[in-house]
């Protein structure tokens, strides 16, 4: 019998068990040294978190729509993006900003982290929720709101993770940081970089790294 072009999302699983493995390879040929982080690229099935008629291009290293005028970023940025945001050290309280459709979220729990993540728009909140139940990772604290505030009731974070970019570095997510804490977002406009900032002893040191795109941070809920 002729095997259909898209296979149902709950068919897949074999068939991205191996195209999961050809995307880790990628990922380290691309410079991407941290193997727990490696490990955990491995292990979130990211067709679990895509729309199912978009299920078979999951793991090409593109970004994807996830509705609501939103992607999903290409496993390159979340894998370089999570290296840079533990550096070596593996749990941790994190905090996301931009849920989307939990992905990162997901990266993040098989990280070992404890993850609180806030996004905008509601309905984009529910289905990340459906998707990370789908790939039975319950355990994060989901939060509807504005992450230009961060979450102060939470605070300090050990990481601060941003996958939509700011015009400017947010005043309150840097006063979250604990000491020691790292903070990865993109910033700008039209031409955006990657910004690590990390909370030092001797202050706040802050490092522009990889020009990026990534869709705008905006103000309030939806
Ligand atoms: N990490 C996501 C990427 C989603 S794209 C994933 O893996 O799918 C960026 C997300 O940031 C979008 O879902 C968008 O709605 C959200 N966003 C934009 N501005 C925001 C804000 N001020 N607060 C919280 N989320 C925001």
């Known amino acids: 019998m002729a095997q259909p ?81 533990f550096a070596g050290r593996q749990s941790g309280k994190i905090l996301e900003i931009g849920t989307g459709c939990g992905y990162q979220t997901a990266v993040l729990l098989k990280m070992g982290a404890e993850v609180y993540s806030i996004e905008r728009v509601a309905a984009l909140l529910d289905t990340a929720r459906q ?33 939509a970019a700011a015009k400017a570095l947010p005043d309150a997510l840097v006063a979250q940081l604990a000491p020691g804490g790292r903070l990865i977002m993109p910033i700008g406009d039209t031409e955006q970089h990657l910004w690590l900032i990390e909370n030092t002893s001797q202050g706040m040191h802050k490092t522009r790294l990889d020009p990026v795109k990534f869709v705008p941070l905006l103000p309030g809920r939806s």
């Open 5 to 85: 072009l898209t296979p149902a999302r709950t068919d897949y699983g074999m068939l991205s068990n191996r195209t999961r493995m050809r995307m880790v390879e990628r990922l380290r040929q691309s410079g991407v040294k941290d193997e727990r982080v490696l490990a955990a690229l491995y292990e979130v099935p990211r067709h679990l978190f895509v729309d199912q008629a978009l299920a078979t291009r999951a793991y090409d290293d593109v970004s994807l729509p996830i509705g609501h005028g939103q992607t999903i970023s290409q496993p390159l940025t979340v894998a370089r993006m999570t290296e840079l945001l």
């Open 131 to 163: 998707n990370l139940r789908a790939a039975r990772l319950v355990q994060a604290r989901l939060v509807h709101g504005d992450g230009h505030f961060g979450l102060p009731e939470a605070a300090p974070f050990d990481g601060i993770i941003m996958t």
